[in-house]
Antibody
Framework: EVQLVESGGGLVQPGGSLRLSCAAS????????MNWVRQAPGKGLEWVSY????????YYADSVKGRFTISRDNAKNSLYLQMNSLRAEDTAVYYC?????????????WGRGTLVTVSS | SYELTQPPSVSVSPGQTARITCSGD??????AYWYQQKPGQAPVLVIY???ERPSGIPERFSGSSSGTTVTLTISGVQAEDEADYYC???????????FGGGTKLTVL
């Protein structure tokens, strides 16, 4: 089955760190660029970060730049998001999302998300 | 930073046509995409490259583009279409992904 499964969410104190993982299966992970998208409780979708197939290119939203780091391990079919210096406003469900075929700008596969709560 | 603007809410009766707009300065240069999201679920793509419909999406969903505005049209709305809808595109450079604020579609 083609799917993405996120893990690693939880409760963390402000200023703390957390590492999210996304396990891909059912498709050739190394052929797709990947992204993280988040959604704060009751709010809209917010793109967080992008990584190319070979990890040569990464982009970040201004709201997380300098604090979050995206990475991937194609041998393990896994995507990661290292989140440091967490703030209350980072509280959200974090989705792993696959960018459709090369040159296409939309997400054609999403995970079910993992909840990150930043609170003391 | 670049923004896409959607109306917060749209309400229609069953069988009527719902139109949800999304405005952004870069839309004449960048494709738009639409997602449907129901409570507690991940988003689902319903329109790509302005007007194409993925397999499995009902024909009542369509998309169009005119200048700086794209529109998602749902013809013959059904109760199951009640959901949040998000447009998505990229900034003028094509580097950064942007989502609209979302529109809550209510089926009366």
């Amino acid at each position: 089955e083609v799917q993405l499964v996120e893990s690693g969410g939880g409760l963390v104190q402000p200023g703390g760190s957390l590492r999210l993982s996304c396990a891909a299966s059912g498709f050739t992970f190394s052929s797709y660029s990947m992204n993280w998208v988040r959604q704060a409780p009751g709010k809209g979708l917010e793109w967080v970060s992008y990584i190319s197939t070979s990890s040569s290119t990464m982009y970040y939203a201004d709201s997380v730049k300098g604090r979050f780091t995206i990475s991937r391990d194609n041998a393990k079919n896994s995507l990661y998001l290292q989140m440091n210096s967490l703030r209350a406003e980072d509280t959200a469900v974090y989705y792993c999302a696959r960018l459709a075929a090369a040159g296409m700008g939309y997400f054609d596969l999403w995970g079910r998300g993992t909840l990150v709560t930043v609170s003391s | 930073s670049y923004e896409l603007t959607q109306p917060p809410s749209v309400s229609v009766s069953p069988g009527q046509t719902a139109r949800i707009t999304c405005s952004g300065d870069a839309l004449p240069k960048q494709y738009a995409y639409w997602y449907q999201q129901k409570p507690g679920q991940a988003p689902v793509l319903v329109i790509y490259t302005d007007s194409e419909r993925p397999s499995g999406i009902p024909e009542r969903f369509s998309g169009s583009s005119s200048g700086t505005t794209v529109t998602l049209t749902i013809s013959g709305v059904q109760a199951e279409d009640e959901a949040d809808y998000y447009c998505q595109s990229a900034d003028s450079s094509g580097t950064y992904v942007v989502f609209g604020g979302g529109t809550k579609l209510t089926v009366l």
